[in-house]
């Protein structure tokens, strides 16, 4: 009896221990599975601090930029560019709040048009943005201060051009030719497949990055060559100031703005082999990167532009 009880105890033991290695993993998988985050709700967490940052500093920037500009009696062709650009700060600053809306209730509650008008806001303050830094720094390069009439001419061209044709273009088209659900918005990937929108985002890609790196190249030989001629006084002169402001918005620009695009390349290469949409939260924080450029103002009081 004390045998048969013996041999009868190792057996159980070692069922015990064959058993323990499975159920163990099998407890740490699903413990793995529950506390795993999911990488959507790792990005909202990110979008959600990255513009409110921008909403308060691009905020404060602009009241404290305007009231500068209202205490300057005469307009200069820097000022008429800096106050369009306040203008345009403005207006996507007032589209962040239903972004956060959105990103924080996980549910677009203002219908689909107005969902396409805060899309279409991001795109043009990004673009126009982008234009009036070129209009900067290009007047700085070739000393066009003076021709007041043509900057004013050339910035009503844009604001016209975006306001006629842009944007109700992109309104009419964009988000249209799928079908989505209502309460979600800033989710139009599904027209990055066609071959109309593809055609359209490497022109705008080539053309941006093309830009970006002439201008680059100007500059940077612009600033070497006027900090050879001036030292060691160099930040005594007003040229080499004036090439110093050119040169903070087309960092500005790099920073901001290039990451969106080079990625936009990826993101459109890789569409079709993303079946469960995890590019979709990276391009929306490549995004919301771009808004951060309404800091500009901000930087310029703090004195970094200087």
Not at 56 to 83: D, E, K, N, W, Y
Not at 213 to 229: E, F, G, M
Not at 283 to 293: D, Q, R
Request: with cysteine.
């Amino acid at each position: 009896m004390c045998l048969s009880s013996y041999f009868h105890i190792q057996f159980t033991l070692k069922e015990e221990l064959r058993r323990m290695p499975n159920s163990s993993i099998t407890q740490h998988n699903l413990s793995s599975n529950v506390m795993l985050p999911d990488p959507s709700e790792r990005l909202h967490s990110i979008l959600i601090p990255l513009y409110i940052i921008n909403l308060a500093g691009g905020t404060l920037g602009v009241i404290m930029m305007s009231h500068q500009l209202f205490q300057r009696r005469p307009q200069t062709v820097m000022t008429v560019i800096i106050s369009n650009l306040l203008v345009l700060h403005t207006f996507m600053l007032l589209s962040i709040p239903f972004r956060l809306s959105y990103y924080i209730l996980r549910e677009w509650k203002f219908g689909r048009f107005p969902c396409k008008l805060a899309s279409a806001i991001i795109y043009f303050h990004m673009y126009t943005t982008f234009v009036f830094y070129v209009g900067i720094i290009t007047i700085r390069l070739f000393q066009l201060e003076s021709r007041k009439w043509f900057t004013a001419a050339w910035v009503a061209a844009v604001w016209l051009l975006g306001a006629l044709v842009i944007a109700p273009v992109f309104l009419s088209y964009y988000g249209t030719s799928k079908t989505y659900h209502s309460s979600e918005c800033f989710q139009f990937h599904k027209e990055i497949r066609e071959t109309p929108m593809v055609i359209t985002n490497y022109c705008f890609i080539g053309i941006f990055v093309s830009v970006c790196a002439l201008l680059t190249t100007i500059q940077l030989s612009v600033i070497c060559r006027l900090a050879a001629k001036y030292w060691p006084d160099t930040r005594s002169h007003v040229e080499f100031r004036a090439q110093a402001k050119s040169l903070f918005f087309l960092l500005v620009s790099l920073v901001c703005f290039v990451p969106h695009h080079v990625f936009r390349v990826y993101y459109i290469q890789n569409y079709a082999l993303d079946k469960d949409h995890k590019l979709l939260p990276y391009n929306e924080i490549f995004l919301a990167l771009t808004t951060m450029c309404c800091l500009d103002m901000l930087f310029f009081i703090a004195g970094i532009a200087h």
